[in-house]
Protein backbone atom coordinates (compact mmCIF):
# COMPACT_ATOMS: atom_id res chain seq x y z
CA UNK A 1 0.00 0.00 0.00
CA UNK A 2 1.42 3.63 -1.04
CA UNK A 3 2.05 5.94 1.90
CA UNK A 4 -0.23 9.02 1.24
CA UNK A 5 2.42 11.21 3.14
CA UNK A 6 5.67 10.10 1.65
CA UNK A 7 3.51 10.85 -1.67
CA UNK A 8 3.33 14.09 -0.85
CA UNK A 9 6.87 14.40 0.52
CA UNK A 10 7.73 13.38 -2.43
CA UNK A 11 5.63 15.98 -4.72
CA UNK A 12 6.89 18.67 -2.61
CA UNK A 13 10.86 17.90 -2.52
CA UNK A 14 10.15 17.53 -6.50
CA UNK A 15 8.18 20.34 -7.15
CA UNK A 16 11.20 22.50 -5.25
CA UNK A 17 13.88 21.09 -7.62
CA UNK A 18 11.76 23.17 -10.63
CA UNK A 19 10.29 25.96 -8.83
CA UNK A 20 9.30 27.98 -11.43
CA UNK A 21 7.44 25.07 -13.21
CA UNK A 22 3.75 23.89 -13.20
CA UNK A 23 4.41 21.95 -10.24
CA UNK A 24 2.82 18.31 -9.22
CA UNK A 25 0.45 17.44 -6.26
CA UNK A 26 -0.44 13.99 -5.07
CA UNK A 27 -4.04 13.28 -6.16
CA UNK A 28 -4.71 9.57 -4.82
CA UNK A 29 -3.32 6.22 -4.69
CA UNK A 30 -4.72 2.60 -5.17
CA UNK A 31 -4.11 -1.27 -4.93
CA UNK A 32 -5.51 -3.38 -7.90
CA UNK A 33 -4.75 -6.67 -9.53
CA UNK A 34 -2.63 -9.02 -7.14
CA UNK A 35 -1.11 -6.72 -4.67
CA UNK A 36 0.46 -4.03 -6.94
CA UNK A 37 -0.72 0.06 -6.40
CA UNK A 38 -0.75 2.99 -8.35
CA UNK A 39 -0.06 6.56 -7.45
CA UNK A 40 -1.98 9.58 -9.05
CA UNK A 41 -0.41 13.32 -9.25
CA UNK A 42 -1.88 16.25 -11.08
CA UNK A 43 0.56 19.46 -12.23
CA UNK A 44 -0.85 22.44 -11.93
CA UNK A 45 -0.94 23.04 -16.29
CA UNK A 46 -3.48 19.96 -15.88
CA UNK A 47 -1.57 17.31 -16.40
CA UNK A 48 -2.44 14.22 -14.66
CA UNK A 49 0.07 10.94 -14.20
CA UNK A 50 -0.38 8.13 -12.71
CA UNK A 51 2.54 5.93 -12.16
CA UNK A 52 2.50 2.26 -11.47
CA UNK A 53 5.68 0.67 -10.26
CA UNK A 54 6.49 -2.97 -10.62
CA UNK A 55 10.37 -4.37 -10.25
CA UNK A 56 9.18 -7.65 -11.71
CA UNK A 57 11.04 -7.27 -15.39
CA UNK A 58 13.76 -4.38 -16.54
CA UNK A 59 10.88 -2.84 -18.72
CA UNK A 60 8.59 -0.11 -18.52
CA UNK A 61 5.42 1.63 -20.56
CA UNK A 62 4.99 4.94 -21.31
CA UNK A 63 1.90 5.81 -22.09
CA UNK A 64 -0.14 9.32 -23.02
CA UNK A 65 -3.32 9.27 -23.35
CA UNK A 66 -5.62 12.24 -24.67
CA UNK A 67 -9.41 12.53 -23.85
CA UNK A 68 -10.73 12.90 -27.51
CA UNK A 69 -11.90 10.51 -29.44
CA UNK A 70 -14.27 9.97 -32.61
CA UNK A 71 -17.15 10.55 -30.36
CA UNK A 72 -15.69 14.10 -30.50
CA UNK A 73 -15.15 15.24 -33.75
CA UNK A 74 -17.04 18.15 -35.36
CA UNK A 75 -19.78 17.19 -37.42
CA UNK A 76 -19.24 15.87 -41.31
CA UNK A 77 -15.35 15.60 -39.88
CA UNK A 78 -15.69 11.72 -38.96
CA UNK A 79 -12.32 10.10 -38.55
CA UNK A 80 -10.50 13.47 -37.86
CA UNK A 81 -9.33 12.19 -34.23
CA UNK A 82 -7.71 8.78 -35.77
CA UNK A 83 -6.06 10.57 -38.72
CA UNK A 84 -4.35 12.96 -36.28
CA UNK A 85 -3.16 9.98 -34.74
CA UNK A 86 -1.33 9.14 -37.99
CA UNK A 87 0.73 12.72 -38.31
CA UNK A 88 1.88 12.25 -34.50
CA UNK A 89 4.30 10.10 -36.16
CA UNK A 90 5.66 12.69 -38.33
CA UNK A 91 8.04 14.11 -36.14
CA UNK A 92 8.47 17.35 -35.02
CA UNK A 93 11.47 20.16 -35.97
CA UNK A 94 13.66 18.81 -32.77
CA UNK A 95 12.76 15.28 -33.45
CA UNK A 96 11.80 14.91 -36.90
CA UNK A 97 12.40 10.41 -36.76
CA UNK A 98 10.25 9.96 -33.58
CA UNK A 99 9.94 6.36 -34.06
CA UNK A 100 13.54 5.72 -34.85
CA UNK A 101 15.01 7.37 -32.05
CA UNK A 102 12.67 4.84 -30.01
CA UNK A 103 13.88 2.28 -32.16
CA UNK A 104 17.62 2.71 -31.55
CA UNK A 105 17.29 2.18 -27.97
CA UNK A 106 15.51 -0.61 -27.93
CA UNK A 107 12.04 0.44 -27.85
CA UNK A 108 8.57 -0.15 -29.68
CA UNK A 109 5.74 2.12 -30.18
CA UNK A 110 2.31 2.45 -31.34
CA UNK A 111 -0.97 3.82 -30.67
CA UNK A 112 -4.72 3.55 -30.90
CA UNK A 113 -7.61 5.53 -31.86
CA UNK A 114 -11.13 4.90 -30.10
CA UNK A 115 -14.50 6.82 -29.02
CA UNK A 116 -13.18 8.34 -26.19
CA UNK A 117 -9.54 8.71 -26.60
CA UNK A 118 -6.42 9.30 -28.44
CA UNK A 119 -3.52 6.85 -26.79
CA UNK A 120 0.54 7.12 -27.43
CA UNK A 121 2.01 4.03 -26.04
CA UNK A 122 6.09 3.03 -26.00
CA UNK A 123 8.13 0.08 -24.61
CA UNK A 124 11.19 0.32 -23.23
CA UNK A 125 13.99 -0.92 -21.10
CA UNK A 126 14.98 0.63 -17.83
CA UNK A 127 17.24 3.35 -18.50
CA UNK A 128 15.23 5.40 -21.28
CA UNK A 129 12.54 7.40 -19.42
CA UNK A 130 14.03 10.66 -19.93
CA UNK A 131 14.55 10.56 -23.55
CA UNK A 132 10.61 9.21 -23.97
CA UNK A 133 9.66 11.48 -21.79
CA UNK A 134 11.25 14.31 -23.65
CA UNK A 135 9.86 12.96 -26.97
CA UNK A 136 6.08 12.67 -25.98
CA UNK A 137 6.23 16.49 -24.41
CA UNK A 138 8.12 17.84 -27.47
CA UNK A 139 5.39 16.24 -30.50
CA UNK A 140 2.58 17.37 -27.57
CA UNK A 141 3.12 21.28 -28.95
CA UNK A 142 5.69 21.11 -31.62
CA UNK A 143 4.60 19.19 -34.25
CA UNK A 144 5.91 20.14 -37.39
CA UNK A 145 2.78 19.56 -40.44
CA UNK A 146 3.02 20.24 -44.08
CA UNK A 147 0.04 20.11 -46.53
CA UNK A 148 2.64 17.73 -48.67
CA UNK A 149 3.01 15.19 -45.39
CA UNK A 150 -1.11 15.48 -44.53
CA UNK A 151 -1.75 14.81 -47.84
CA UNK A 152 0.45 11.42 -48.12
CA UNK A 153 -0.93 10.44 -44.80
CA UNK A 154 -4.47 11.12 -45.79
CA UNK A 155 -3.56 8.24 -48.70
CA UNK A 156 -2.51 5.93 -46.54
CA UNK A 157 -5.51 6.96 -44.60
CA UNK A 158 -7.88 6.38 -47.16
CA UNK A 159 -6.24 2.69 -48.07
CA UNK A 160 -6.64 1.68 -44.24
CA UNK A 161 -10.49 2.58 -45.08
CA UNK A 162 -10.91 0.70 -48.15
CA UNK A 163 -8.60 -2.30 -46.84
CA UNK A 164 -10.57 -2.73 -43.12
CA UNK A 165 -14.02 -1.60 -44.08
CA UNK A 166 -15.15 -1.17 -47.47
CA UNK A 167 -13.48 -4.32 -49.19
CA UNK A 168 -13.75 -6.21 -45.84
CA UNK A 169 -17.19 -7.65 -44.55
CA UNK A 170 -16.45 -7.91 -41.45
CA UNK A 171 -15.70 -4.27 -41.19
CA UNK A 172 -19.03 -3.52 -42.84
CA UNK A 173 -20.53 -5.73 -40.64
CA UNK A 174 -19.58 -3.62 -37.31
CA UNK A 175 -20.13 -0.37 -39.39
CA UNK A 176 -23.69 -1.08 -40.21
CA UNK A 177 -24.19 -2.42 -36.63
CA UNK A 178 -22.96 0.26 -34.96
CA UNK A 179 -24.80 2.82 -37.26
CA UNK A 180 -27.81 1.09 -36.56
CA UNK A 181 -27.33 0.83 -32.83
CA UNK A 182 -26.32 4.41 -31.93
CA UNK A 183 -28.42 6.68 -34.13
CA UNK A 184 -28.23 10.60 -34.00
CA UNK A 185 -24.77 9.68 -31.67
CA UNK A 186 -21.39 9.85 -31.59
CA UNK A 187 -20.65 5.87 -31.63
CA UNK A 188 -22.60 5.97 -34.59
CA UNK A 189 -19.80 7.11 -36.87
CA UNK A 190 -16.72 4.31 -37.43
CA UNK A 191 -13.82 5.88 -35.34
CA UNK A 192 -11.70 5.35 -38.82
CA UNK A 193 -14.49 7.77 -40.09
CA UNK A 194 -16.58 7.72 -43.55
CA UNK A 195 -14.71 7.30 -47.18
CA UNK A 196 -16.08 11.00 -47.87
CA UNK A 197 -15.79 12.55 -44.68
CA UNK A 198 -11.79 11.74 -44.70
CA UNK A 199 -11.41 12.87 -48.40
CA UNK A 200 -12.92 16.32 -47.45
CA UNK A 201 -10.46 16.65 -44.39
CA UNK A 202 -8.01 19.63 -44.82
CA UNK A 203 -4.93 21.22 -43.59
CA UNK A 204 -6.96 23.88 -41.46
CA UNK A 205 -9.47 21.27 -39.67
CA UNK A 206 -6.33 18.77 -38.10
CA UNK A 207 -4.12 21.83 -37.16
CA UNK A 208 -7.22 23.39 -35.31
CA UNK A 209 -7.68 20.03 -34.05
CA UNK A 210 -4.49 19.88 -32.84
CA UNK A 211 -4.39 23.24 -31.05
CA UNK A 212 -7.69 22.39 -29.08
CA UNK A 213 -6.78 19.36 -28.03
CA UNK A 214 -3.58 18.36 -27.84
CA UNK A 215 -2.31 20.24 -24.11
CA UNK A 216 -1.46 19.28 -21.11
CA UNK A 217 -5.27 19.82 -19.64
CA UNK A 218 -6.36 17.32 -21.57
CA UNK A 219 -3.50 14.74 -21.08
CA UNK A 220 -2.87 11.58 -18.54
CA UNK A 221 0.26 10.16 -18.88
CA UNK A 222 0.46 6.42 -17.06
CA UNK A 223 3.90 4.98 -16.36
CA UNK A 224 4.19 1.11 -15.16
CA UNK A 225 6.69 -1.14 -14.78
CA UNK A 226 10.37 -1.07 -13.63
CA UNK A 227 10.71 3.04 -12.20
CA UNK A 228 10.82 5.34 -9.29
CA UNK A 229 7.73 7.17 -7.96
CA UNK A 230 10.08 10.21 -7.48
CA UNK A 231 11.88 9.63 -11.00
CA UNK A 232 9.40 9.41 -12.24
CA UNK A 233 7.59 12.66 -11.01
CA UNK A 234 10.85 14.77 -11.35
CA UNK A 235 11.37 13.83 -15.41
CA UNK A 236 7.59 14.29 -15.84
CA UNK A 237 7.68 17.81 -14.54
CA UNK A 238 11.09 18.41 -16.24
CA UNK A 239 9.60 18.01 -19.33
CA UNK A 240 5.95 18.43 -19.33
CA UNK A 241 5.94 21.33 -16.71
CA UNK A 242 7.37 24.35 -18.85
CA UNK A 243 3.72 23.54 -21.13
CA UNK A 244 1.46 26.14 -20.52
CA UNK A 245 -2.15 24.78 -19.83
CA UNK A 246 -4.88 26.22 -22.19
CA UNK A 247 -8.73 25.92 -22.36
CA UNK A 248 -9.58 22.59 -23.62
CA UNK A 249 -12.78 21.73 -26.07
CA UNK A 250 -15.74 20.69 -23.86
CA UNK A 251 -17.21 17.09 -24.47
CA UNK A 252 -20.21 15.94 -23.81
CA UNK A 253 -21.03 15.35 -20.25
CA UNK A 254 -22.86 11.61 -20.18
CA UNK A 255 -24.03 9.23 -22.06
CA UNK A 256 -27.57 8.38 -22.88
CA UNK A 257 -28.70 4.57 -21.36
CA UNK A 258 -31.52 4.29 -22.87
CA UNK A 259 -31.77 1.20 -25.68
CA UNK A 260 -31.82 2.09 -29.66
CA UNK A 261 -35.24 2.72 -30.07
CA UNK A 262 -37.08 -0.37 -31.33
CA UNK A 263 -36.28 -3.81 -32.84
CA UNK A 264 -34.16 -3.28 -35.83
CA UNK A 265 -32.72 -5.80 -38.75
CA UNK A 266 -30.85 -5.46 -41.82
CA UNK A 267 -29.45 -7.75 -44.29
CA UNK A 268 -26.69 -7.72 -46.22
CA UNK A 269 -25.29 -9.28 -49.09
CA UNK A 270 -21.24 -9.75 -48.50
CA UNK A 271 -18.23 -11.87 -49.74
CA UNK A 272 -18.91 -14.50 -47.05
CA UNK A 273 -19.04 -18.25 -46.90
CA UNK A 274 -21.94 -18.57 -44.82
CA UNK A 275 -24.18 -16.76 -43.47
CA UNK A 276 -22.95 -14.60 -40.17
CA UNK A 277 -25.39 -13.06 -37.84
CA UNK A 278 -24.97 -9.97 -35.15
CA UNK A 279 -27.40 -9.74 -32.55
CA UNK A 280 -26.70 -6.59 -30.52
CA UNK A 281 -28.26 -3.99 -27.55
CA UNK A 282 -27.20 -0.58 -26.30
CA UNK A 283 -26.28 -0.88 -22.98
CA UNK A 284 -24.46 0.75 -19.81
CA UNK A 285 -21.46 3.27 -19.82
CA UNK A 286 -18.21 2.21 -18.67
CA UNK A 287 -19.02 3.14 -14.78
CA UNK A 288 -22.53 2.13 -14.65
CA UNK A 289 -23.07 -0.84 -12.02
CA UNK A 290 -24.95 -2.56 -14.70
CA UNK A 291 -21.45 -3.04 -16.44
CA UNK A 292 -20.07 -5.99 -14.53
CA UNK A 293 -22.95 -8.02 -14.53
CA UNK A 294 -23.24 -7.76 -17.95
CA UNK A 295 -19.96 -9.42 -18.50
CA UNK A 296 -21.44 -12.56 -16.20
CA UNK A 297 -24.35 -12.78 -18.27
CA UNK A 298 -22.33 -12.36 -21.43
CA UNK A 299 -20.22 -15.74 -19.79
CA UNK A 300 -23.56 -17.46 -19.09
CA UNK A 301 -25.00 -17.02 -22.73
CA UNK A 302 -22.56 -16.90 -25.17
CA UNK A 303 -18.74 -16.30 -24.31
CA UNK A 304 -17.24 -20.08 -24.09
CA UNK A 305 -18.00 -22.99 -25.07
CA UNK A 306 -19.77 -24.11 -22.01
CA UNK A 307 -22.19 -20.93 -22.63
CA UNK A 308 -25.96 -21.66 -23.40
CA UNK A 309 -26.06 -20.57 -26.97
CA UNK A 310 -23.00 -22.10 -28.09
CA UNK A 311 -24.40 -25.67 -26.80
CA UNK A 312 -27.75 -25.31 -28.58
CA UNK A 313 -26.43 -24.01 -31.97
CA UNK A 314 -22.77 -25.51 -32.14
CA UNK A 315 -23.84 -28.57 -30.00
CA UNK A 316 -27.59 -29.56 -29.70
CA UNK A 317 -28.56 -28.18 -33.72
CA UNK A 318 -25.08 -28.48 -35.38
CA UNK A 319 -26.03 -25.43 -37.34
CA UNK A 320 -23.49 -23.20 -36.41
CA UNK A 321 -19.28 -23.23 -36.55
CA UNK A 322 -19.16 -20.12 -34.35
CA UNK A 323 -20.45 -18.46 -31.29
CA UNK A 324 -18.93 -15.00 -29.40
CA UNK A 325 -19.91 -12.41 -27.79
CA UNK A 326 -18.23 -9.14 -26.93
CA UNK A 327 -20.03 -6.55 -23.33
CA UNK A 328 -18.28 -2.77 -24.24
CA UNK A 329 -18.78 -0.40 -22.23
CA UNK A 330 -17.63 3.00 -23.10
CA UNK A 331 -17.76 6.72 -21.95
CA UNK A 332 -21.16 7.14 -23.10
CA UNK A 333 -22.77 4.02 -23.33
CA UNK A 334 -22.08 0.75 -23.96
CA UNK A 335 -22.79 -2.74 -26.35
CA UNK A 336 -23.83 -6.16 -25.74
CA UNK A 337 -23.37 -7.80 -29.29
CA UNK A 338 -23.47 -11.19 -29.91
CA UNK A 339 -21.97 -13.09 -33.23
CA UNK A 340 -23.24 -16.09 -34.93
CA UNK A 341 -21.37 -17.78 -37.74
CA UNK A 342 -23.64 -20.56 -39.44
CA UNK A 343 -22.38 -23.80 -41.39
CA UNK A 344 -21.89 -22.91 -44.95
CA UNK A 345 -25.18 -23.88 -46.98
CA UNK A 346 -27.38 -22.47 -44.58
CA UNK A 347 -30.62 -21.50 -45.26
CA UNK A 348 -33.07 -19.16 -43.71
CA UNK A 349 -34.93 -21.68 -41.86
CA UNK A 350 -31.49 -22.01 -39.85
CA UNK A 351 -30.67 -18.25 -39.80
CA UNK A 352 -34.12 -17.61 -38.37
CA UNK A 353 -34.11 -20.92 -35.87
CA UNK A 354 -30.66 -19.72 -34.57
CA UNK A 355 -31.96 -16.01 -33.77
CA UNK A 356 -35.32 -17.46 -31.92
CA UNK A 357 -32.40 -19.94 -30.04
CA UNK A 358 -30.77 -16.52 -28.70
CA UNK A 359 -33.66 -14.52 -28.15
CA UNK A 360 -34.54 -17.89 -26.39
CA UNK A 361 -31.97 -18.13 -23.95
CA UNK A 362 -31.44 -14.38 -23.10
CA UNK A 363 -35.53 -14.38 -22.35
CA UNK A 364 -34.75 -17.31 -20.25
CA UNK A 365 -31.95 -16.00 -18.25
CA UNK A 366 -34.17 -13.02 -17.66
CA UNK A 367 -36.88 -14.73 -16.46
CA UNK A 368 -35.24 -17.36 -14.55
CA UNK A 369 -31.75 -16.34 -13.75
CA UNK A 370 -28.61 -18.38 -14.04
CA UNK A 371 -27.95 -21.78 -12.29
CA UNK A 372 -25.84 -21.31 -9.20
CA UNK A 373 -22.62 -23.56 -11.42
CA UNK A 374 -23.12 -21.26 -14.62
CA UNK A 375 -22.92 -18.34 -12.31
CA UNK A 376 -20.26 -19.14 -10.46
CA UNK A 377 -17.73 -20.36 -13.91
CA UNK A 378 -19.01 -16.99 -15.34
CA UNK A 379 -17.30 -14.97 -12.36
CA UNK A 380 -14.46 -17.60 -12.45
CA UNK A 381 -13.90 -16.77 -15.81
CA UNK A 382 -14.49 -13.19 -15.49
CA UNK A 383 -11.66 -13.34 -12.43
CA UNK A 384 -9.31 -15.27 -14.57
CA UNK A 385 -9.34 -12.84 -17.92
CA UNK A 386 -9.15 -9.85 -14.94
CA UNK A 387 -5.92 -11.14 -14.25
CA UNK A 388 -4.64 -12.09 -17.59
CA UNK A 389 -5.32 -8.34 -19.06
CA UNK A 390 -2.62 -7.17 -16.37
CA UNK A 391 0.30 -9.68 -17.11
CA UNK A 392 2.66 -7.47 -18.48
CA UNK A 393 3.31 -3.46 -17.71
CA UNK A 394 1.79 -2.19 -21.34
CA UNK A 395 -1.07 -4.17 -20.26
CA UNK A 396 -1.37 -2.91 -16.78
CA UNK A 397 -1.31 0.48 -18.13
CA UNK A 398 -4.05 0.47 -21.29
CA UNK A 399 -6.05 -0.96 -17.94
CA UNK A 400 -5.34 1.93 -15.85
CA UNK A 401 -5.83 4.76 -18.70
CA UNK A 402 -9.48 2.68 -19.78
CA UNK A 403 -10.58 2.88 -16.12
CA UNK A 404 -9.40 6.77 -15.71
CA UNK A 405 -10.36 7.71 -19.59
CA UNK A 406 -13.54 5.74 -19.83
CA UNK A 407 -15.08 5.36 -16.48
CA UNK A 408 -13.03 8.61 -14.83
CA UNK A 409 -11.40 6.93 -11.63
CA UNK A 410 -8.69 4.53 -11.80
CA UNK A 411 -9.43 3.70 -8.17
CA UNK A 412 -12.40 1.75 -9.49
CA UNK A 413 -10.31 -1.06 -10.58
CA UNK A 414 -8.81 -2.11 -7.54
CA UNK A 415 -12.89 -3.68 -6.30
CA UNK A 416 -13.07 -5.61 -10.01
CA UNK A 417 -12.74 -8.79 -7.98
CA UNK A 418 -14.83 -8.13 -5.06
CA UNK A 419 -17.54 -6.59 -7.49
CA UNK A 420 -17.67 -9.53 -9.55
CA UNK A 421 -17.84 -12.09 -6.72
CA UNK A 422 -20.80 -10.46 -5.20
CA UNK A 423 -23.08 -10.56 -8.05
CA UNK A 424 -25.90 -12.71 -6.87
CA UNK A 425 -28.51 -14.54 -9.44
CA UNK A 426 -31.20 -12.12 -9.20
CA UNK A 427 -29.06 -9.25 -10.50
CA UNK A 428 -28.29 -11.07 -13.02
CA UNK A 429 -31.91 -12.00 -14.42
CA UNK A 430 -32.91 -8.50 -13.46
CA UNK A 431 -29.68 -6.38 -15.24
CA UNK A 432 -30.61 -8.82 -18.36
CA UNK A 433 -34.12 -8.27 -18.58
CA UNK A 434 -33.44 -4.47 -18.08
CA UNK A 435 -31.38 -3.88 -20.58
CA UNK A 436 -30.95 -7.30 -23.42
CA UNK A 437 -34.59 -6.81 -24.24
CA UNK A 438 -35.96 -8.42 -27.86
CA UNK A 439 -37.59 -5.30 -28.55
CA UNK A 440 -34.37 -3.35 -28.58
CA UNK A 441 -32.39 -5.63 -30.42
CA UNK A 442 -30.37 -4.17 -33.90
CA UNK A 443 -30.11 -7.67 -35.74
CA UNK A 444 -27.27 -7.32 -38.75
CA UNK A 445 -27.17 -10.34 -41.18
CA UNK A 446 -24.70 -11.13 -43.85
CA UNK A 447 -25.88 -13.58 -46.54
CA UNK A 448 -23.15 -15.28 -49.25
CA UNK A 449 -23.80 -12.83 -52.03
CA UNK A 450 -22.82 -15.84 -54.55
CA UNK A 451 -26.36 -17.86 -53.96
CA UNK A 452 -28.82 -16.30 -56.62
CA UNK A 453 -32.06 -16.66 -55.17
CA UNK A 454 -30.86 -15.68 -51.60
CA UNK A 455 -30.03 -12.48 -53.25
CA UNK A 456 -33.54 -12.13 -54.86
CA UNK A 457 -35.34 -12.50 -51.79
CA UNK A 458 -32.81 -9.88 -49.84
CA UNK A 459 -33.43 -7.38 -52.52
CA UNK A 460 -37.55 -8.03 -53.05
CA UNK A 461 -37.95 -7.64 -49.55
CA UNK A 462 -35.84 -4.21 -50.09
CA UNK A 463 -38.39 -3.29 -52.54
CA UNK A 464 -35.45 -3.60 -55.00
CA UNK A 465 -36.88 -6.18 -57.08
Not at 389 to 412: F, K, M, N, P, W
Not at 419 to 428: M, P
Not at 431 to 453: E, G, M, S, T
Request: charged letters at 20%; glycine letters at 8%.
Amino acid sequence: MIDAKKMQSIAQRVAAVFPNLAAPEFHSSSTFGNGRSAVKFVFKNGLKLIIAPDTNAPVFSFQTWYQVGSSDEPANRSGLPHFFEHLMFLGTKENPKFSRILQQVGGQDNAMTGYDYTCYFQSLPVGQLDLVAKLEADRMTGLVLTPEQVQNELDVVINERLWSVDNDPNGQLDEALYSALFPNHPYGAPVIGFLQDIKNLIYADLMEFYRARYSPENATIVVAGHVDVEEVLTTILKWFGPISGRPVASRQASGDEHNSGGYTRQELLLPVSSPRLLIAWRTVPFSHPDADVLDLAMEILLGNEASRVHKSLVEDLQIASDVDATSESMRLGGSFVASITLNEGSNSACIEKALDVVFGHVNDLALKGPKERELLRAKNLSESDHYSSLGTAHDRGIVLGSYELLGGDYRTLSGYVSRIQGIKADEVSACVKRWLNRDNAVVIIARPFQAAAIRDEVLKKSGAL
